[in-house]
Structure formats: structure tokens, C-alpha cells
């Protein structure tokens, strides 16, 4: 069951505009303060935004911090994706591959997505709840998207038959 009621981007992952597509967007690790895009940080998603697409992402991001510090994880849909995160992480490529200590994580809802999701949720994922989180509004992902096209265009060297084989 969702808690959110806008999932837009599951409910028109499988319209017949995506049909024929390898690729139907492009995912984005964004640090929430300074909103630079993380290293390793941007990946295609097949149908929508898929949990498979979005831990790799979060995998390939996490592999270059320190495991020790605190994060704050903000994600327009995280009441859902962060549910069997650790089991999901535990099946990636050994390279990726993450044990997650949650006292090192704290998973929020964006300040402008929080308000479409229900009242449980938004105590629980409240970033206004976060204790030095300051004013940041977890939106950092959501500014740059109009002058994003060139990141989401430098996945396009990695479709079909243009990859390495090792």
C-alpha cells in the first residue's frame, strides 16, 4: 500500500510512450546542501524509477564516502524505497555491494513532496524533524533539471552495443 499519492513517475513508467525504449529516464544523486551531481551519481532507469535503478545509484554514491558519517537521504518517495533497502543492497555486485548501518542514515522527504504524502508519513519523514539539517529543503535534485539534459545525454555512449566487453 502507498503512502504517497503521487506516484507519477511508477503510475506512467509503462504508457506507449516508453514502449521501445531501453532507457525512459535518467536517475540523479544530488548532494541536498551544495547540489553538485555525486560521483557515479547519474544512471538510466528502465520503466519508470525501479528500486533496482535507484540502489545501484545510491551504491555507486555511498562507495565514496566514509561509512562513519551521518546522511541524511532524501528521496521524493523514500516511505517506500528505504522498506528492505538493506536486503536490496545485499544482493548487488560484490564491487557495489553495501551493509548499511542505520544509525549512519536518515531517510527524509523533500520540503515541496512531503505535503503529498500521508500525515503518518510526513511525522515520520519530516526533514524539519532532522536535527542539523538547517533550512535545507532536500529540493537540491528538483533545480537543475532544466539545464540537466547534457547529464542525462552522457548515458547515451553506454546503450547496446556500445559498451566494453572485458
Known sequence: M?????????DYANTKFS????????????CARHEFVQSNGVGDLQKGEQYANMD??????LAH???????????DIVCQW????????????PRVRLVLVMAFFRFIIPKMHIHSHTLVCQ???????????AQTDGEGIERPWAHIGGVASSTREMGPGRGRTY
Open 2 to 10: 502507498s503512502t504517497y499519492s503521487g506516484l507519477a513517475a511508477l
Open 19 to 30: 514502449r521501445g525504449y531501453s532507457a525512459t529516464g535518467v536517475g540523479v544523486g544530488v
Open 56 to 61: 545501484w545509484i545510491f551504491a555507486c554514491i
Open 65 to 75: 564516502k566514509d561509512p562513519r558519517l551521518l546522511k541524511i537521504i532524501s528521496y
Open 82 to 93: 528505504w522498506k528492505n533497502l538493506r536486503e536490496r543492497l545485499k544482493v548487488l555486485p
Open 123 to 133: 511525522m515520520f519523514f519530516s526533514l524539519n524533524l532532522v536535527p542539523g539539517s
